[in-house]
């Protein structure tokens, strides 16, 4: 084998280990290699038996060699390392350089004999120069193309042996045969192997059934195989492929289980399947008490006493006299005719003829005596009469009067046909005092099985008698349509339609109602109802109520006092999701003023269960909806209960009013628990919200119009809401998933809104996804705890809300807020444990006229800040009359400040208060621009704010990154954009500067007293050399320098407090010789340019009077 001598072979560090071939039992450290699976790899971290991967990034192995066979030990450093340059990127286009052995590794024929290959000169080629092994085996040449050729044996030497080489195949794989030098190789199949042969890439071995290769079925059709000469096609055999057989049959015959067609012997018909007895004909004389011969004798007697000679007449009967028998007239009062009937004469029975009790009831027929055989009023009241029970028929009183009573004694039972009582005939029911007709009972409350529904019903009929009830008590004005208690398979083709005036029910969880989904049909175009088990609309058309956008909400097109109550609709049994086109919902209640759905059930409908539109005076309470809006193909209603409103086309005012949500139980839902859109006045309270996958509860703004301030169709009209008292868990141990969010509500104009009093835990849409119909997602980076927003003037209040384990998206945060709005008050909220890395209250934009936070907690979690605002202008480019209060809130632990209030150009806030706040371990991003509040712009550039009233009193602070001051002001701020500041009693823990702000110039007037710097409280103490700059937080310096040095002291720029107190103290005690010099930044003090001090251990305290500087002690 001649190599490229500059070709680079076998190298590697030293130190290498060969254990040979992998073997799970090994345990392996770093520098073991071993050869696995055609190649060599290296161990890189210590394991027992973990097998190479082949794959980057594998944290046991590295490949040493890819395709390598057993390596060893060898080359210049005892190790083998391939360069992938010269072994994997072809030939390489200039020869390199070997160092030591090319290749080294033991001989697999002898594990103690390596095989050397030395190299040949850089240019040779041909054969291999020399083998030092003793194993005889030829490998391959390298041709002077760079490929490899069956090596020229007469001219290569292997050890002691030439000439040609020889290589048997051996019987075990099937195969047997030789080849000697260069011959034609000669390999024949083996003819005692039986089976299949498999390969793995080197042999062929046979194949193991059932591990290997597994017996698969014909997909051609019954019959009998036939090939074609010289096709080789297997094809099923028709008739015209046999031969036409006639020929006659010899021997028995096949045998048969019956004849095909069957045969009659002797009358007797016979199949084959039994024997059967043939009987002759009887023939000769006949005997006993026959005469003459058969097949036709004679009755001569009967009983051995012989027929006399007189002929049959007419009524008479046979009789015997002893001897002969012989035909005889009745004689006496009675009378036989021809046909059998006995008469007996009218006067034959007397009373003296009959025993008492003679005539029993059961001696009388069935109405053998008729009333013309009774005297009138012959059967008295008093002869029926039975002690032992009460009335039959009859009058209490006697007399002539009509009978009144029917009546059963206590024990008996009515046996007979059904009763029937006609007309208006009234009853008493036992216990009541007024009777009334059944048909006046009965139109009280409908049994559908009355019109035949039953649990052994089919579907159609079940639906069809449901609805025929329907119907017979709308006819009446009304009534409740009861359903007993059963599993009702229902035919869903069309819904069952409820009209005005209608109550269906049944029994509380025990009457369930189960849709056919395979009499599903595609949504019908309006008006025809479709999409629900039950509807509201019109049976006699088959339109469900209501109206299309754009149209008048109108008597016409509504329904009234319509309520579903005490039902189970499951759909649990079904898992196939339903077309696109189709639709599916429990209770569609469309356009149903004083409606409510109570105490009903709903299971894995595809889309909702209970489903209200345009409603009024409506209630949904008492449900449990579970698994719903999964099983559809298409976007649409995947909630569990949904209740869109409505606004009517021609006026701003809504259509939908007065709704009431509350004591519901929903879960595992594709999207919403429960759902509304504009609605005013909606309260939805007292509801636990769990598992499901977007969010607890939603809130939509529906605006049909492009304006907000239009009068025509298109105005957004106010969404009153009340959400409060509800239970919300996102996770859904069932579904494994999170919910996108708590609550989100979204209002049109004029809105007010509280979310109170609420629990929500366990949300997280890290993902930034919310949950489309069937698997699908969209991009969503929002999903908070708890967000509202809002187009214009509306009032929000978001109050002592528990909130637990909330993971907002990107654009979210455990509280959000956006859109316009007149006012917003966040208060007694409390976040734990949301390890968010986001707000805890964000507000994206905000026309806000007034927003108070207060009392909130975010502990126990990571933040990114307590509040985000950012605040807009209206039309008119102000936020005048603007409050704003950030007071006694509590934060604990975040990446960046406090709060941070975003405002745009040209801004009037008329109060901006900040207190009793408490801010601990913050910005532990030590963000330079991040305090305990900053002031900066909404959007890049300058611009201008105008507040004329800030306090900032009784805030604490402690850090856990460098922060340069409190109160942080972005360069954009302009001079004095803050007319006066109040800051007072604050503990501002230990800023890098222990100043209150960054930017003084920012602040018009300053009133600053009691400021707290833990460490330095108030106080600096200056010992290196140079001179002092005091700010206003500054209440005292000592100058007490290390080196003996004179000190200039200037006191704070403006804004300056008045009045104020500033103390300069000697600590050192060398002021007589290195004066202290008090200088202001500008003005005098005392009338002159500065002050000098020059008395050992002296103390100054000066203020600002509003004009200039005093020394008052």
């Known amino acids: 084998m001649s190599c490229d001598a500059t070709r680079v072979g076998p190298q590697g560090p030293p130190g290498i280990n060969w254990r040979r071939y992998f073997s799970v039992d090994a345990k392996y450290v770093p520098s073991d290699a071993i050869f696995y699976a055609g190649s060599s790899y290296i161990c890189i971290q210590p394991n027992t038996g973990v097998a190479p991967t082949g794959e980057v990034g594998d944290p046991y192995w590295n490949l040493l060699a890819e395709g390598a066979e057993n390596a060893g030990p060898g080359g210049a450093n005892g190790a083998v390392q391939y360069n992938a340059a010269g072994f994997f990127g072809g030939i390489p286009g200039s020869r390199v350089q070997a160092t030591g052995e090319l290749v080294s590794f033991k001989s697999q024929h002898d594990a103690d004999t390596p095989l050397t290959i030395e190299a040949a000169s850089p240019t040779q080629s041909g054969d291999l120069q020399r083998w030092a092994d003793s194993e005889g085996a030829v490998l391959s040449r390298i041709a002077s193309n760079g490929n490899l050729t069956t090596p020229n044996f007469s001219g290569s030497s292997h050890g002691t042996n030439t000439g040609d080489q020889s290589v048997v195949v051996a019987s075990d794989n099937g195969f047997s045969g030789t080849s000697s030098g260069v011959s034609t190789v000669t390999i024949t199949l083996s003819t005692t192997e039986e089976g299949m042969l498999k390969g793995d890439g080197g042999a062929l071995t046979q194949a193991t059934p059932g591990e290997d290769y597994s017996a698969g079925t014909s997909s051609l059709s019954t019959g009998i195989l036939k090939s074609t000469t010289g096709t080789g096609n297997l094809t099923i055999a028709v008739a015209a492929d046999f031969p036409t057989l006639n020929q006659n049959t010899t021997g028995n015959a096949a045998t048969a289980t019956a004849l095909q067609t069957p045969r009659t012997i002797n009358g007797v018909d016979f199949d084959g399947t039994a024997n059967i007895t043939i009987t002759a004909a009887p023939g000769g004389s006949a005997g006993g008490d026959l005469s003459g011969s058969y097949p036709n004798p004679t009755v001569a007697g009967i009983n051995g006493t012989p027929l006399g000679a007189t002929t049959a007449t007419a009524g008479n009967l046979l009789i015997g006299d002893g001897s002969e028998w012989s035909s005889e007239a009745m004689g006496g009062d009675a009378t036989i005719d021809a046909a059998g009937n006995l008469s007996i004469a009218d006067s034959a029975v007397t009373t003296q003829k009959l025993a008492d009790s003679a005539v029993a009831t059961a001696k009388l027929a069935d109405a053998s005596v008729s009333t013309d055989k009774l005297a009138a009023k012959a059967v008295t009241y008093a002869k029926m009469q039975d002690e032992s029970a009460s009335t039959l028929l009859g009058n209490p009183t006697g007399g002539a009067a009509a009978p009144s009573e029917i009546t059963l004694g206590a024990g008996l039972a009515f046996n007979g046909p059904a009763l029937a009582v006609t007309g208006d005939a009234l009853v008493t029911a036992t216990g009541s005092t007024t009777p009334r007709s059944l048909k006046d009972r009965f139109a009280d409350v409908h049994n559908a099985k009355d019109w035949g529904a039953s649990p052994l019903a089919t579907p159609l009929a079940n639906r069809q008698a449901i609805q025929a009830a329907v119907v017979y008590a709308y006819s009446l004005g009304g009534g409740e349509v009861y359903i007993p208690a059963g599993t009702y398979l229902i035919d869903i083709g069309t819904p069952i339609i409820l009209p005005s005036n209608i109550t269906l029910s049944g029994v509380r969880a025990q009457t369930r109602l189960v849709p056919?989904?395979?009499?599903?049909?595609?949504?019908?175009?309006?008006?025809?109802?479709?999409?629900?088990?039950?509807?509201?609309?019109?049976?006699?058309?088959?339109?469900?109520?209501?109206?299309?956008?754009?149209?008048?909400?109108?008597?016409?097109?509504?329904?009234?006092?319509?309520?579903?109550?005490?039902?189970?609709?499951?759909?649990?049994?079904?898992?196939?999701?339903?077309?696109?086109?189709?639709?599916?919902?429990?209770?569609?209640?469309?356009?149903?003023?004083?409606?409510?759905?109570?105490?009903?059930?709903?299971?894995?409908?595809?889309?909702?269960?209970?489903?209200m539109a345009g409603y009024r005076h409506?209630?949904?309470?008492?449900?449990?909806?579970?698994?719903?809006?999964?099983?559809?193909?298409?976007?649409?209603?995947?909630?569990?209960?949904?209740?869109?409103?409505?606004?009517?086309?021609?006026?701003?005012?809504?259509?939908?009013?007065?709704?009431?949500?509350?004591?519901?139980?929903?879960?595992?839902?594709?999207?919403?628990?429960?759902?509304?859109?504009?609605?005013?006045?909606?309260?939805?309270?007292?509801?636990?919200?769990?598992?499901?996958?977007?969010?607890?509860?939603?809130?939509?703004?529906?605006?049909?119009?492009?304006?907000?301030?239009?009068?025509?169709?298109?105005?957004?009209?106010?969404?009153?809401?009340?959400?409060?008292?509800?239970?919300?868990?996102?996770?859904?141990?069932?579904?494994?998933?999170?919910?996108?969010?708590?609550?989100?509500?979204?209002?049109?104009?004029?809105?007010?809104?509280?979310?109170?009093?609420?629990?929500?835990?366990?949300?997280?849409?890290?993902?930034?996804?919310?949950?489309?119909?069937?698997?699908?997602?969209?991009?969503?980076?929002?999903?908070?705890?708890?967000?509202?927003?809002?187009?214009?003037?509306?009032?929000?209040?978001?109050?002592?809300?528990?909130?637990?384990?909330?993971?907002?998206?990107?654009?979210?945060?455990?509280?959000?807020?956006?859109?316009?709005?007149?006012?917003?008050?966040?208060?007694?909220?409390?976040?734990?444990?949301?390890?968010?890395?986001?707000?805890?209250?964000?507000?994206?934009?905000?026309?806000?006229?007034?927003?108070?936070?207060?009392?909130?907690?975010?502990?126990?979690?990571?933040?990114?800040?307590?509040?985000?605002?950012?605040?807009?202008?209206?039309?008119?480019?102000?936020?005048?009359?603007?409050?704003?209060?950030?007071?006694?809130?509590?934060?604990?632990?975040?990446?960046?400040?406090?709060?941070?209030?975003?405002?745009?150009?040209?801004?009037?806030?008329?109060?901006?208060?900040?207190?009793?706040?408490?801010?601990?371990?913050?910005?532990?991003?030590?963000?330079?621009?991040?305090?305990?509040?900053?002031?900066?712009?909404?959007?890049?550039?300058?611009?201008?704010?105008?507040?004329?009233?800030?306090?900032?009193?009784?805030?604490?602070?402690?850090?856990?990154?460098?922060?340069?001051?409190?109160?942080?002001?972005?360069?954009?701020?302009?001079?004095?954009?803050?007319?006066?500041?109040?800051?007072?009693?604050?503990?501002?823990?230990?800023?890098?500067?222990?100043?209150?702000?960054?930017?003084?110039?920012?602040?018009?007037?300053?009133?600053?007293?009691?400021?707290?710097?833990?460490?330095?409280?108030?106080?600096?103490?200056?010992?290196?050399?140079?001179?002092?700059?005091?700010?206003?937080?500054?209440?005292?310096?000592?100058?007490?320098?290390?080196?003996?040095?004179?000190?200039?002291?200037t006191l704070p720029p403006a804004p300056i407090t008045v009045g104020k107190p500033f103390t300069i103290k000697d600590g050192k005690g060398d002021a007589n010789v290195n004066n202290i010099t008090i200088t202001p930044s500008s003005g005098t003090i005392d009338g002159q340019a500065s002050y000098v001090m020059e008395f050992n251990y002296d103390s100054k305290t000066v203020m600002f009077n509003g004009t200039e500087w005093n020394v008052i002690s």
């Not at 609309?537 to 109108?554: E, I, W």
């Not at 609709?569 to 759905?597: E, M, R």
């Not at 006026?651 to 429960?674: A, P, T």
Request: aromatic share 8%.
């Open 516 to 611: 056919d989904m395979s009499t599903i049909l595609p949504d019908k175009i309006y008006p025809l109802a479709t999409g629900a088990m039950v509807i509201t609309g019109d049976p006699t058309t088959g339109n469900r109520a209501g109206l299309v956008s754009g149209q008048t909400v109108n008597p016409a097109s509504i329904v009234e006092n319509v309520h579903v109550k005490d039902l189970v609709f499951d759909n649990s049994a079904s898992t196939t999701p339903i077309p696109a086109g189709y639709h599916l919902n429990g209770v569609q209640l469309w356009f149903c003023h004083k409606s409510s759905i109570t105490w009903c059930e709903f299971y894995n409908f595809p889309n909702s269960g209970p489903y």
């Open 618 to 1049: 409506a209630e949904i309470a008492h449900c449990i909806v579970d698994h719903c809006g999964h099983l559809t193909s298409e976007a649409g209603s995947l909630n569990g209960i949904s209740t869109p409103g409505w606004i009517d086309a021609t006026d701003r005012e809504n259509s939908s009013l007065d709704l009431k949500i509350h004591h519901n139980y929903v879960s595992n839902c594709r999207q919403e628990g429960i759902q509304n859109s504009t609605c005013k006045g909606v309260i939805i309270s007292d509801n636990v919200l769990i598992g499901n996958q977007d969010f607890g509860v939603e809130g939509e703004a529906q605006t049909p119009g492009t304006t907000a301030t239009s009068a025509t169709y298109g105005y957004e009209v106010p969404a009153d809401a009340i959400v409060e008292r509800n239970y919300i868990d996102g996770y859904s141990p069932t579904l494994g998933t999170y919910g996108t969010g708590g609550i989100s509500w979204g209002s049109a104009n004029q809105g007010k809104i509280a979310i109170r009093n609420n629990t929500v835990r366990f949300t997280d849409n890290s993902a930034g996804v919310a949950p489309g119909y069937g698997t699908t997602t969209f991009a969503y980076i929002g999903g908070s705890g708890i967000s509202f927003r809002q187009n214009n003037n509306g009032v929000f209040q978001v109050a002592d809300n528990l909130l637990e384990g909330i993971v907002p998206g990107s654009g979210g945060a455990v509280i959000t807020c956006s859109n316009g709005l007149d006012s917003v008050h966040v208060t007694g909220n409390h976040a734990a444990n949301c390890n968010s890395a986001r707000n805890f209250f964000n507000m994206a934009t905000g026309n806000v006229k007034e927003f108070v936070a207060h009392d909130n907690r975010a502990m126990d979690g990571t933040f990114l800040r307590m509040f985000d605002l950012s605040f807009t202008a209206g039309s008119a480019n102000t936020l005048a009359n603007t409050n704003i209060a950030i007071t006694d809130n509590t934060l604990s632990g975040s990446s960046s400040g406090f709060a941070v209030l975003r405002f745009p150009n040209n801004v009037t806030v008329q109060r901006l208060t900040f207190k009793g706040n408490q801010a601990n371990a913050i910005n532990s991003s030590s963000n330079g621009s991040e305090g305990l509040l900053r002031i900066t712009a909404a959007t890049a550039g300058g611009f201008t704010l105008s507040v004329s009233r800030m306090e900032m009193e009784g805030n604490t602070a402690s850090y856990a990154g460098n922060t340069i001051c409190p109160l942080m002001f972005d360069a954009s701020v302009a001079a004095s954009s803050i007319t006066l500041l109040f800051a007072k009693n604050n503990n501002f823990g230990t800023p890098t500067t222990p100043a209150l702000t960054n930017a003084f110039s920012a602040i018009a007037t300053l009133y600053e007293a009691g400021n707290g710097y833990p460490g330095t409280p108030n106080l600096i103490t200056k010992q290196s050399a140079g001179n002092v700059t005091l700010t206003n937080s500054v209440d005292v310096l000592v100058v007490n320098k290390t080196a003996a040095q004179a000190t200039t002291v």
